[in-house]
């Protein structure tokens, strides 16, 4: 059983940026692939971007593709994703996941963490 924990969520302005922690424990995490989703009200969960077991592949959303970078600290079982340039748009609740497959699909992902809120305001 692999508990994920989202961090860095908070209320910005338009054009700022945050980072997002997501910190694995139980189980081996490093074997695992990690990506964040994100659901705003209303609307179903959708992929933000995801990162492979070692962290040499990464994959975005094409609505986030050059604001974020993923990232992964295989020491501490880490992902990070920084958020830059943000957009109102970007409003949602941010979720943390992961699985041993490397994909873009929400139900293949086995752990989810509770997820962390970012609003940006306008």
């Known amino acids: 059983q692999v508990h994920m924990v989202e961090s860095g969520g908070g209320l910005v302005q338009a054009g700022d940026s945050l980072r997002l922690s997501c910190t694995a424990s139980g189980g081996s995490p490093s074997a695992y692939a990690m990506a964040w989703f994100r659901q705003a009200p209303g609307k179903e969960r959708e992929f933000v971007s995801a990162?492979?077991?070692?962290?040499?592949?990464?994959k975005y959303s094409d609505s986030v593709k050059g604001r974020f970078t993923i990232s992964r600290d295989t020491s501490t079982n880490t992902v990070y994703l920084q958020m830059n340039n943000l957009k109102p748009e970007d409003t949602a609740v941010y979720y943390c996941?992961?699985?041993?497959?490397?994909?873009?699909?929400?139900?293949?992902?086995?752990?989810w963490g509770r997820g962390t809120q970012v609003t940006v305001s306008s």
């Open positions: 990162i492979n077991y070692s962290g040499h592949i990464t």
């Open positions: 996941a992961a699985d041993l497959t490397f994909t873009t699909e929400p139900p293949l992902y086995e752990y």
